[in-house]
């Protein structure tokens, strides 16, 4: 536990006075503001523009939902899964490493026919020879090894990069699958480049 | 003819400016941490900041200078009777207290808003062609950056004091925070994934927390229109915030748009109180 912080307690005696003073703006009208601030997307974009039912309770909760709305998102995001039809979760870990570094893809300055990059070094540290990383997610050097190199490990760590929420409702990491920012074959080898034992991650 | 001269003092500092950046980088010994590393780059930006020899920007404030007396559009008028919120052609302070309301918009602007209004009602200008302008790149001005530079610049050394008194103004707010932490496109982001924390990093970027009101918000907020070095443009909040929809990997925001004038506004509130040191010059 750590000790309560000054900065704290202040924060708890002003809030009531912050939220009297606060104007509620309804979730249509900012809807609206939204839709106006993206009103020259094509097509293809709009979908983005708006919401799906999961990143709109952890809009409303800010990313904090009480427990029974965290079990309905991971219920309903585990139900997204897709395995690979051959049961074999471990792709190319070279090619998984090249995934992880790149950050690129589906943005609007990116050229037509970018390959999307799992960009997982923005926020994670993986290989020890990588001193680039962030610091947003925890820490994945030796990851594969952490869990024994387990097969069971494998196909939830391949889940877990499917759609992460499936494991931590509400979580800031992209649900790569479920969205199809990867496809299969590059999650595969994501997972490879994290669990396999020949990869500089668990070296 | 003054334009001309301008561009080439323009390269000119760039180039001179990367060159001792680069070099900068280059000579920090390898055990440094990133974090130190980046922490003196810093230190040697902010030295230039206020030194317009070295920091290209001021040339957007020079140009900025000349359009904002110089009449044009249909009505062949000067900016000069604008009023920015302090009264007409009042420019000191203005900046510090924008976004805010006003009255004849009867809505909340930010001071590129407020700027396309007053072209728009006093100058008959062609808002079409400068908006097809409004980011700078290779070979091309842009009116919008320059005025915003110039005006800017005449808070310098003013703080922030956040407008949020008008029902408006405090609409505009909660509209800004909402927008703040609303998820949504294919990566699930919201501002608050990357500035929903303090002390985080994206690879080795430092990413300010905009969560709470006080020194990460006011450093950046006071920091802004700023010269990028890796842009070799000067930009503006406008431009910053489009940056992050990308990033987002959502459409391009409308330039101008209510979303980012709310956002602005719940940016600036959580930077009130901070110094403004404009126009800055960042990585």
């Known amino acids: ?203 | 003819m003054a334009r001309t001269r301008h561009e080439t003092r323009t390269a000119a500092g760039a180039g001179a400016l990367l060159a001792f950046v680069l070099g900068l980088a280059g000579g920090v010994a390898a055990e440094e941490t990133a974090a130190d590393q980046s922490e003196k780059e810093i230190e040697k930006y902010r030295a230039m900041i206020n030194d317009p020899m070295a920091n290209p920007a001021f040339l957007n404030v020079d140009r900025g200078e000349i359009l904002w007396k110089t009449a044009r559009g249909s009505k062949n008028a000067s900016l000069e009777t604008c009023d920015l919120g302090e009264g007409a052609g009042k420019l000191e302070s203005a900046y510090a207290k924008l976004p805010r309301y006003f009255k004849d918009a009867d809505k909340v602007l930010d001071l590129e808003q407020r700027l396309l209004w007053c072209m728009d009602k006093i100058q008959g200008a062609d808002l079409k062609e400068i908006l097809s302008r409004k980011f700078s790149g290779p070979g091309k001005v842009s009116d919008m950056e320059d005025l915003v530079a110039y005006i800017a610049n005449k808070s310098s050394g003013m703080k922030f004091s956040a407008q949020v008194g008008h029902p408006k103004e405090q609409q505009a707010y909660a509209i800004g925070e909402a927008l703040f932490y609303r998820r949504s496109s294919i990566e699930d982001f919201s501002c608050a994934t990357c500035h929903g924390d303090t002390g985080k990093r994206i690879r080795l970027q430092a990413l300010p927390d905009f969560t709470k009101p006080g020194k990460d918000a006011q450093d950046t907020m006071g920091s802004w229109p700023t010269y990028r070095v890796s842009q070799s443009q000067m930009r503006t909040m406008q431009h910053r915030l489009w940056d992050c929809y990308r990033q987002m990997r959502m459409p391009a925001p409308e330039y101008g748009s209510e979303g980012i004038t709310a956002l602005t506004l719940y940016l600036t509130k959580q930077a009130d109180g901070g110094e403004i040191t404009v126009p800055s010059i960042k990585r």
């Open chain 1, 1 to 203: 536990m750590k000790p309560l912080s000054i900065s704290v307690v202040l924060a708890a005696l002003s809030f009531p006075a912050l939220a009297a003073d606060k104007v509620a703006v309804p979730p249509a009208e900012v809807e609206a503001v939204v839709q106006a601030m993206f009103k020259s997307a094509l097509e293809d974009w709009k979908p983005r523009v708006g919401q799906d039912e999961t990143q709109r309770v952890c809009t409303d909760t800010r990313n904090n939902p009480p427990d029974a709305e965290a079990a309905k998102i991971k219920a309903r995001e585990l139900a997204s899964i897709a395995y690979p039809e051959d049961g074999n979760v471990m792709g190319d870990w070279k090619k998984g490493e090249k995934i992880a570094q790149t950050g690129t893809g589906g943005q609007f300055s990116d050229e037509p026919g970018t390959v999307n990059g799992g960009n997982c070094y923005a926020c994670h540290q993986m290989a020890a020879a990588e001193v680039s990383f962030g610091t947003l997610g925890p820490s994945l050097l030796g990851y594969g090894k952490l869990k024994n190199f387990q097969a069971a490990e494998n196909k939830l760590a391949l889940a877990k990069i499917f759609n992460a929420q499936s494991v931590v409702a509400c979580s800031n990491m992209p649900r790569f699958g479920y969205h199809k920012f990867l496809s299969m074959d590059q999650i595969k080898d994501v997972t490879a480049y994290l669990m396999s034992p020949d990869s500089p991650v668990n070296k």
